[in-house]
């Protein structure tokens, strides 16, 4: 079942310099139990797109879309208490810095039996103190933390990899269709980073939670995702499959990312210049018309000022009007 | 023939306040001994704590060690004294936007650098400031703008003439590649890879990214709690680990 | 030959323009800023202005009306106070006195205040803190009574006030200055230009102050409106400018016995009080913004 339909999602900006389009007609899909990554450098608005979809945008940004259906509701036309509603009911995001996205004025354990919604406590109206201690328990061991100090211990006092289970053990507590990971392993150790992907996968598993992993990353979105969906400077750039999108990218700058990662070329020599377009990504004032990647592409032609379409090639959708046919980077 | 840099036995302990009257001892460094050649680079790597910082923070001379001796060429070698040591080691920061003075121009700030620790006139300044923009791939006209007009990657290359504009031997990136989007990692990488050949400098990578120092650094030493656990070529490091703390390290980026 | 833009950047103006860039638009600080700067030349090239002589009384046109009213002459734009001397130029002497001295007053603190402030600043410790809380004691006694102490010592008179309210000013300085340089000490750019070689002197002048220059700025309008308050209050108790001289606080006191006769001796040295003290916060607050807006952009 299609649990996140969204075509054409466009965010401006009105800024001193004219309104500026920070995402430009991206499409998303998620079906339910899978495991999307969204992969794009700085500039490429990925956490704009999260914070769409969680409904916490500023109020000065224009959203407009096609499609923004959620299990096939449209999101953008229903009413903001509903809309409230059905988000705080089915979706929960983790951030970035989980220590600095805690309060730092309350303990672990009240923060975690805050997150409890009332109604998946069993008993009475003065049981419920009992058992919502009894769930946050129950929750910290599901995430792996065996440790009950840690309840009543300040997140200052945590490690960031400790804090950010707490965080998914916050955000499981209610039990959502959708977890928004908003590039949750940048602060984190490589041990933690490993531990903490297996704790989303077996999520995935047991329990079908879909869930959007969004990283600059490529290594680790590519081993841990089903598919993935490439930004660059807000237009989607390139999605499908995570492995043949690995194997065969028809984008160049799919195929840029994946060179520069020196992981997926063993042919590589050591110390071997690696693959990087030139040029810097584009800041806000200043972007392209037509194809963002246009004055970096190595295949830019005149064409290329005007926006690709998505084309799609059996599930695997790209937009560009020169795809690159036929290379093979990953075995 | 003798290393570039050799470090022997270097320890360093932190007194950490307790309450009122107690004090807790921290090990930070213990034991510590490496070397690094010319044209060669050492990767340091550990979590947080394990006591990189430190070790950079005592090469560059901003702490002094406990015990221990740093050795150039042979020779015992005071890092203390910046004005000398700074024509050796330079230390390149994380965040290249916060280490460069906002209200200067970048060429003052190089213009300073070569005031504060060369005798050069101001007509040979200007020439060494020229050619080292050069080589980082940045104009002349750079030198009149301020650091905030630069987007990311050119602050970086910023930060590395400022570093290089005094011939140093040996380079110390602190986590310098941990912040950037991998695409201008790549490009810096390269960069780097271009000055180590044309140049033969040596640098001390201390960073966390395993993949990265598979692919760049020619020794690895892994740090652990202040104690060195695994110290020799990338390689062997990488297939071999004695320890248990580097096993589980290395397992965590394999497939 | 004019230098040739061979790129397009977006940010390509100097701090301060960036500063001035968000300074400009907010349109009470301008005004203020305009407000401040038509005092300070007021306050320089008086003598010249007046058009007439502020210490010549009289005695045929005594608390003559200001000119809108009937009996008023335009000659006397602003009327004349009890003993026949014209107001207004009385009120433009006066900016010299309040206003000016104000300012002498502030930048006298600052000199002092940035000396000890530095020396506290650069060193660690126990040093550091004699030099932090040397002038401490000047707290304990509000800047009003510590003026009248002063003055008991002293005996009456506009100087010795200005070094009262100097005194007064010192420790806030002492203290702010102290803290900016300790938060820029912490800095990644010191430690890069301390590896780069300089030595704390250099370090002191090329680096740190011309980074707190803008919070000095700051700390010196929010002295000095202080600083105008006090010079007029003093003035106004007796203890500081003595008459004939006519600063705007003992105008007031002086033209207190007629202010049913003739209210526009007391209510116009007040407002012009009011004017130059509303200048002050006003610029400071918009150069509070300022700084914010630039800082986060």
């Given at each position: 079942m299609q649990l996140l339909d969204i075509r054409n999602l466009t965010l401006e900006l009105e800024t001193p310099d004219g309104l500026v389009r920070?995402?430009?007609r991206v499409s998303l899909t998620l079906k339910e139990g899978e495991i999307r990554g969204l992969v794009g450098e700085s500039g490429s608005g990925k956490s704009l797109i999260a914070k769409a979809i969680m409904g916490?945008?500023?109020?000065?940004w224009k959203i407009s879309a096609d499609r923004f259906n959620w299990c096939g509701q449209d999101l953008l036309r229903l009413p903001y208490q509903q809309q409230r509603q059905i988000i705080s009911r089915d979706i929960a995001m983790i951030y970035q810095e989980p220590s600095r996205s805690m309060?730092?004025?309350?303990t672990v354990g009240e923060q975690l039996a805050e997150s409890?919604?009332?109604?998946l406590l069993e008993g009475s109206w003065w049981q419920r103190g009992y058992y919502r201690k009894k769930r946050a328990l129950a929750l910290l061991h599901k995430v792996g933390?065996?440790?009950?100090?840690v309840l009543s211990s300040?997140?200052?006092?945590?490690s960031e990899g400790l804090c950010q289970k707490i965080m998914i053990a916050m955000a499981i507590a209610k039990s959502p269709k959708l977890l928004i990971a908003?590039?949750?392993?940048?602060?984190?150790e490589s041990t933690t980073q490993a531990q903490l992907f297996r704790l989303l996968a077996s999520f995935n598993q047991l329990k079908g939670t879909s869930i959007l992993l969004i990283s600059h990353e490529l290594e680790t979105v590519a081993r841990n995702t089903d598919t993935l969906s490439v930004l660059y400077c807000g237009q989607l750039v390139e999605a499908g499959d995570t492995a043949t999108l690995l194997k065969h990218p028809l984008h160049p700058y799919t195929h840029a990312l994946i060179q520069s990662v020196?992981?997926?070329?063993?042919e590589l020599g050591f110390k071997q210049q690696l693959y990087a377009l030139h040029g810097s990504i584009p800041t806000l004032q200043h972007l392209p018309i037509g194809c963002r990647l246009g004055p970096r592409?190595?295949?830019?032609?005149?064409?290329?000022?005007k926006t690709p379409v998505i084309e799609r090639q059996q599930n695997h959708f790209y937009s560009c009007h020169f795809p690159m046919t036929g290379k093979s980077s990953h075995e | 023939m003798s290393s570039l840099i050799e470090v022997r036995q270097l320890c360093k302990t932190y007194q950490k306040a307790l309450g009122l009257f107690r004090h807790k001892q921290v090990l930070?460094?213990?034991n510590l001994s490496f070397q690094l050649d010319a044209g060669q680079t050492l990767a340091i790597v550990g979590e947080t704590g394990s006591g990189k910082s430190t070790l950079a923070k005592i090469l560059v001379g901003i702490e002094q060690a406990d015990s221990g001796e740093v050795l150039l060429a042979g020779k015992k070698h005071d890092c203390a004294n910046y004005q000398s040591n700074n024509h050796l080691i330079r230390y390149i920061f994380q965040d290249a936007a916060r280490s460069l003075?906002?209200?200067?121009?970048i060429a003052d700030i190089l213009h300073d650098v070569l005031r504060y620790s060369t005798v050069l006139s101001f007509e040979q300044r200007e020439q060494k400031i020229s050619q080292t923009l050069k080589l980082l791939g940045?104009?002349?006209?750079?030198?009149?703008?301020?650091?905030?007009?630069?987007?990311g990657g050119q602050l970086q290359r910023v930060a590395l003439a400022r570093a290089l504009i005094l011939d140093p031997k040996v380079l110390i990136?602190?986590?310098?590649?941990?912040?950037?989007d991998p695409s201008l990692r790549a490009q810096i990488v390269n960069l780097l890879l271009d000055l180590q050949q044309k140049t033969g400098l040596a640098y001390l990578l201390i960073t966390n990214q395993l993949r990265l120092v598979r692919h760049i650094a020619d020794q690895t030493l892994v740090l652990h709690q202040g104690q060195s656990l695994d110290y020799g070529p990338t390689q062997q490091v990488f297939e071999q680990p004695q320890h248990d703390y580097s096993r589980k390290l290395i397992k965590s980026i394999q497939f | 030959m004019k230098k040739i833009r061979l790129y397009y950047e977006e940010?390509?103006?100097?701090p301060m323009k960036l500063l001035w860039q968000h300074f400009a638009p907010q349109h009470f600080a301008f005004f203020g800023l305009i407000a401040l700067l038509v005092l300070v030349s007021l306050a320089l090239i008086t003598p010249v202005l007046?058009?007439?002589?502020?210490y010549l009384q009289n005695?045929?046109?005594?608390l003559l009306a200001p000119s809108?009213?009937?009996?008023?002459?335009v000659s006397y734009p602003l009327g004349t106070d009890d003993l026949g001397r014209d107001l207004m130029s009385r009120l433009m002497l006066g900016t010299s006195y309040t206003f000016g001295l104000a300012i002498l007053a502030v930048l006298g603190s600052l000199l002092i205040g940035l000396i000890l402030g530095c020396l506290s600043g650069m060193s660690k410790g126990v040093k550091s803190s004699i030099f932090n809380h040397l002038?401490?004691?000047?707290?304990?006694?509000?800047s009003l009574l510590l003026a009248i102490v002063i003055v008991a010592v002293l005996g009456p008179g506009l100087i010795n006030t200005i070094w009262a309210i100097m005194l007064a000013l010192l420790p806030q300085f002492v203290h702010g200055i102290r803290n900016a340089i300790m938060q820029q000490l912490k800095l990644d750019y010191v430690t890069a230009y301390r590896l780069d070689g300089a030595n704390n002197r250099q370090l002191l002048f090329s680096v740190i102050l011309p980074n707190i220059w803008e919070q000095l700025v700051l700390m010196g309008t929010m002295a000095l409106s202080t600083a105008v308050l006090d010079i007029a209050a003093l003035g106004f108790l007796g203890i500081g400018a003595q008459s004939p001289t006519p600063e705007w606080g003992s105008m007031i006191a002086d033209s207190l016995d007629a202010i049913y006769l003739a209210p526009w001796t007391v209510a116009l040295p007040g407002l012009l009080i009011f004017t130059t003290v509303l200048a002050i916060n006003l610029v400071g607050d918009g150069l509070r913004v300022a700084m914010k807006k630039r800082r986060e952009n």
């Open positions: 920070a995402v430009d916490v945008l500023h109020q000065r309060d730092p004025t309350a409890i919604p009332d109604h933390i065996r440790d009950h100090t300040y997140p200052y006092q945590l908003d590039e949750p392993t940048t602060a984190l020196p992981e997926f070329q063993p592409c190595p295949n830019a032609r005149k064409e290329c000022v | 930070a460094l213990q003075n906002p209200n200067q121009k940045l104009l002349n006209e750079h030198g009149n703008y301020y650091p905030h007009m630069f987007s990136l602190d986590e310098a590649l941990t912040a950037l | 940010h390509n103006k100097g007046t058009p007439h002589d502020p005695s045929q046109l005594l809108w009213q009937e009996s008023g002459l002038l401490d004691l000047a707290l304990t006694i509000p």
